[in-house]
């Protein structure tokens, strides 16, 4: 699976962004994907991620983020609403067999985009 992250920008605080996913493969709906981010000078942190037919959000998204995905299209999608200057990181989507590891974790994930920067301006 080969996965290519767009969509990202600047945008002002309260703005919003819907970032997109392209995923290559014919497998590409038996795959959990998730989104992950990376902010200046931090560590790659959880986003949000399918566990099975579940959504997990971290809580500092929770509300303002929504995933979702066509299969039909393989693209999966991050909705981001009220945008704020700490969301701006580095946005990557990642995409994980199924049962394999935590939803959470990075290294549960085999194929990663090459992320997508969003900038949010006060």
């Known amino acids: 699976v080969q996965l290519q992250a767009f969509g990202g920008g600047l945008v002002q605080a309260r703005g919003y962004l819907r970032l997109s996913c392209a995923a290559s493969?014919?497998?590409?709906?038996?795959?959990?994907m998730g989104w992950f981010r990376q902010a200046p000078g931090k560590e790659r942190e959880f986003v949000t991620a399918w566990n099975g037919d579940r959504i997990y959000y971290a809580d500092s998204v929770k509300g303002r983020f929504t995933i979702s995905r066509d299969n039909s299209k393989n693209l999966e999608y991050l909705q981001m609403n009220s945008l704020k200057p700490e969301d701006t990181a580095v946005y990557y989507c990642?995409?994980?067999?199924?049962?394999?590891?935590?939803?959470?974790?990075?290294?549960?994930?085999?194929?990663w985009g090459q992320g997508t920067h969003v900038t949010v301006s006060a």
């Open positions: 990642a995409a994980r067999r199924p049962y394999s590891g935590n939803y959470y974790e990075g290294y549960s994930y085999d194929y």
């Open positions: 493969g014919r497998t590409f709906s038996s795959y959990r």
